[in-house]
């Protein structure tokens, strides 16, 4: 049962998105995975609402605050991020998270441990804070990494969240990271399923699929490797037949509301490393920014062309031609 211990109430404002202004939070890593990732840890689906950091499979790993600020909140035990620390940057009207924490820094340390010994028990503890009660400045140890929560492995989870009366908007911390990604990085459409047959590309980037119905319902086996072996999710994915933008799909941010509905945006077959968009849905989702099929649905052409374009934070793209054939 979670229980909340409030000492205030603060009132949050929306933003301006003003680029890299965030230091990583931790030193000398690099990103395990990015933001709005299909996962299936803790009870139900949900995106990954943040990128992790590396901790070089190690616990206890120092965590530096990514700008200057105050602790808005800390939580403890929560299922999904463990204990994790709030960073409010009334500056810019954001608030950084760090999760799967295995300890607190000592100023922090102080008050969890005031708390954990008035609520016994492994629930979920919440402790929000006064303005400016414990300030912090940009790159001050706040906390040391850990497994906590829903961690399947030692690493830290980073967040950048927007604070709006219906709910946060949590956005895709690259756009504000001041972060270099110096590993290779290959775009990669493995393969396209259409009426529940799945279409391989050939060495040109070609597919040549077959569908029924009013329009093609297909859905992309997508990933970005960096590096040798590190998948995350393309930024941007987009279906274009002829000159019409037909579909989009843009992880930029989600509401917070929108977290534990994956569905209407992977197919069944998403993994954790490897992701199946649906290029097709008669919900909205943030991240759905394009859906023109209802133009296009009473096309009659028995064939036509398509391309797939898939774009990452760093400007790359890769784009693969499909040919459309009605059954």
Request: without cysteine; aromatic residues 12%.
């Amino acid at each position: 049962m979670k229980k909340t211990y409030i000492l205030i109430f603060l009132f949050l404002f929306g933003i301006t998105l003003i680029g890299a202004v965030f230091t990583p939070p931790v030193r000398n890593s690099y990103i395990t995975a990015s933001f709005g990732e299909f996962r299936d840890t803790g009870d139900k689906p949900h995106f990954h609402l943040g990128v992790d950091f590396s901790t070089f499979n190690r616990e206890g790993i120092n965590v530096y605050s990514a700008a200057s600020g105050y602790v808005y909140k800390i939580w403890m035990n929560d299922p999904i991020y463990g204990n994790a620390v709030f960073i409010k940057h009334e500056d810019l009207n954001l608030i950084t998270a760090y999760a799967h924490l295995q300890d607190f820094g000592d100023r922090i340390k102080y008050y969890s441990e005031l708390i954990k010994k008035e609520f016994k028990g492994e629930g979920k503890i919440e402790v929000v804070f006064p303005k400016d009660q414990i300030q912090v400045q940009r790159s001050e140890l706040i906390a040391l990494s850990g497994s906590s929560g829903a961690a399947e492995a030692p690493h830290l989870h980073f967040e950048v969240r927007e604070a709006n009366e219906n709910g946060d908007i949590i956005r895709d911390p690259l756009e504000y990271l001041d972060y270099a990604e110096t590993r290779t990085k290959a775009l990669e459409l493995l393969g396209v399923i259409s009426d529940n047959a799945e279409y391989k590309t050939d060495s040109t980037n070609n597919i040549t699929i077959k569908f029924s119905g009013q329009y093609p319902k297909i859905e992309l086996k997508v990933r970005e490797v960096l590096g040798k072996n590190t998948p995350v999710m393309p930024k941007r994915i987009s279906l274009k037949i002829g000159d019409m933008l037909i579909y989009q799909i843009d992880f930029s941010k989600i509401l917070e509301s929108e977290s534990y509905n994956p569905s209407v945006v992977f197919g069944n077959s998403s993994t954790m490393t490897l992701y199946t968009l649906k290029m097709f849905s008669t919900e909205s989702v943030t991240p759905i920014q394009v859906n023109n099929w209802n133009q296009f649905s009473m096309n009659s052409q028995n064939t036509f062309t398509g391309e797939v374009t898939l774009e990452d934070t760093w400007g790359n793209r890769q784009n693969y031609k499909i040919n459309f054939v009605r059954n």
